[in-house]
């Protein structure tokens, strides 16, 4: 890997979404990582969301790590100008190679590929798995859906309470910001 600094792991969208503010949304996270010298691992595409995280990461002066399978290179437009490119076989490697690589997850809005890639975490985080923190950025409520069917899980015994407490829900950048700094600096 490039990254020898602490790093977080970013699911996106491959689309821009609806909403002017979801495009800002990225750009200021891929800034905030940055500013921190903090590193980028992401599913290294050069569209939607995913390619403003990373566009505006290396942009103020940061590293990203891009993780693409073989078969999404032409569809995502795998992004070429990366601090370090890595190409998988299965998309299932893709997101065990963004994983093990990061020490946080932030999830901003997308679509199913952002929500498979959250719940694998999620589950791997309730088993046990391991400890990093994943926080859910809710610019405009974008989540609440998802964190009301977290809810009914647990309500429905379907899961322990604990795996409401495995997600932080914020709604800025700078709420996950100033969670990780301390837990970075530990």
Known sequence: MALTKKSICVYCG???????????LAS???????????GLIYGAGDVGL?????SATQEAGGAAVGVIPTHLMKREVGRRQLDQLIITETMHERKKVMFMNADAI??????????????????????GL?????FLLNVDGFWD??????????AQGFAESSLLSYTTV???VEE????????FAA
């Open 28 to 38: 200021a996270t891929g800034a905030m990582i940055a500013r921190n010298d903090w």
């Open 176 to 183: 996950i910001e100033a969670a990780l700094k301390p837990y």
């Open 170 to 172: 914020v709604n800025t």
């Open 145 to 154: 859906p998802l964190v009301q069917l977290l809810e009914n899980i647990v």
């Open 130 to 134: 391991h400890q990093k923190p994943i």
């Open 106 to 127: 932030v999830v901003l809005p997308g679509g199913a590929g952002t929500l498979d890639e959250y719940f694998e975490v999620l589950t791997w985080r309730q088993i």
């Open 50 to 54: 995913m390619g403003l995280v990373a």
């Open 14 to 24: 491959s689309r821009y979404g609806t909403l002017a503010h979801y495009a800002e």
